[in-house]
Structures are given as structure tokens and as C-alpha cells.
């Protein structure tokens, strides 16, 4: 990918990362909770790919991939802080839950944090962006 192309790609990411960020808090008014929970995760995801492509990083197709690249290039590097990779990589582990696991419940308590972290990981990622 150029450079240009990089940075269109990190636009379009970003789109995406808001609008899943939108549908989760939906799910979660709607006491959609499984929904909630994926969608929070994608936002997350997305957002991930949306700095690594900015910074000229090619995002990682898998989903361990994106997190360990994202660790290395952006937490480890204290360009954010640990918690969020942790936020991320907690999102996923309940994404793949709520995915899979047909008899995981989830409290609206835990389902209403994990959309709250995923608002800050996104806004997060915006002002890596923007920097």
C-alpha cells in the first residue's frame, strides 16, 4: 500500500470503528447483549487497525495478529497505556464468547463497561490519529 492509500485505509477503519461504536450502544439500550458485546469488540478492532494503518503499519488480517502488533507498535512503544491493550484483548475474549459460548450469560453491568472502554479506546485512537 502507498502512503496515501494508508492513510484512506485508516479513514475508513475509523468510519467503521464509530459506526459499530453507534450499534453497540444501541444493542445495549435494546438489552441486546451479545450484540453489544460484538460490536464494542469490533469498534475496538477497528479502531486498532485504523492507528497501526496511520502510522504506515499494515494491520495484521487475524485478530491475535492485530493484538500482538498493536502491543508491540503502539503499547510498548507508550504510545497508549497498557490498559488499553487490555481493554482489547479483554473485549475479544468476550466477543468470542458471546460468539460461541450458547449458554454464556452476561450481566448488563459487565456488557455496558465493555461499551463504555471500547467509547474510550476509539476516542483514544482518534487523538493517536490526529497527533
Keep these: 500500500m502507498t502512503r496515501d492509500s494508508m ?3 485508516a479513514r475508513a477503519c475509523l468510519r467503521l470503528a464509530e459506526e459499530y461504536l453507534e450499534d453497540a450502544k444501541l444493542a445495549l439500550e435494546h438489552s441486546r447483549l451479545r450484540t453489544a458485546i460484538n460490536c464494542a469488540y469490533y469498534a475496538m478492532f477497528h479502531a486498532a487497525q485504523a492507528v497501526l494503518a496511520f502510522r504506515e503499519i499494515t494491520p495484521p488480517r487475524t485478530h491475535k495478529g492485530l493484538r500482538e502488533v498493536f502491543g508491540r507498535e503502539i503499547i510498548l512503544k507508550g504510545l497508549a497505556d497498557k490498559e488499553f491493550g487490555k481493554t482489547l484483548s479483554r473485549a475479544f475474549e468476550l466477543r468470542q464468547a458471546s460468539s460461541y459460548e450458547v449458554y454464556a450469560s ?6 455496558r463497561e465493555i461499551v463504555e ?10 487523538e493517536l490519529i490526529t497527533e
Design 117 to 126: 472502554r471500547a467509547e474510550d479506546f476509539v476516542e483514544k485512537m482518534k
Design 7 to 9: 492513510k484512506d485505509f
Design 106 to 111: 452476561f450481566g448488563e453491568e459487565l456488557v
